[in-house]
């Protein structure tokens, strides 16, 4: 309650309060929006391994000249790991089962 009457009292300074943490809330939201091609990754785990994305095991972007190279391991929500390699932002990813060795 006594937020409730500093707020009536303050209106103005209310609001801005309340735009800024919406903007921040919003920020927040965009960095950890999925970028094109994890999208399209994503999907292809769905069709075509019947994988559904659950975190990114490693990932790393290797600048090959003008490129931007991708290599990585993903895991499913069921618990499969996949190694993905993209060489050329044109290209597809190859995508391989990643399953234990046995020494």
Known sequence: MPILIHCQRHRHFCGMI???LLMLANTVA???ADEP???V???RLVD???CHFDRWVQLRKIRLGE???IDG???CRDGRNFDITRHKAHQKFE???CLPAIC
């Open 73 to 75: 391991r993903l895991r």
């Open 37 to 39: 091609w994890e999208i």
């Open 18 to 20: 309340a735009c800024v």
């Open 41 to 43: 990754l994503k999907q």
């Open 95 to 97: 995508i391989r089962s």
């Open 30 to 32: 965009a960095r950890a």
């Open 67 to 69: 490129d931007h190279g």
């Open 48 to 50: 075509e391994r019947q």
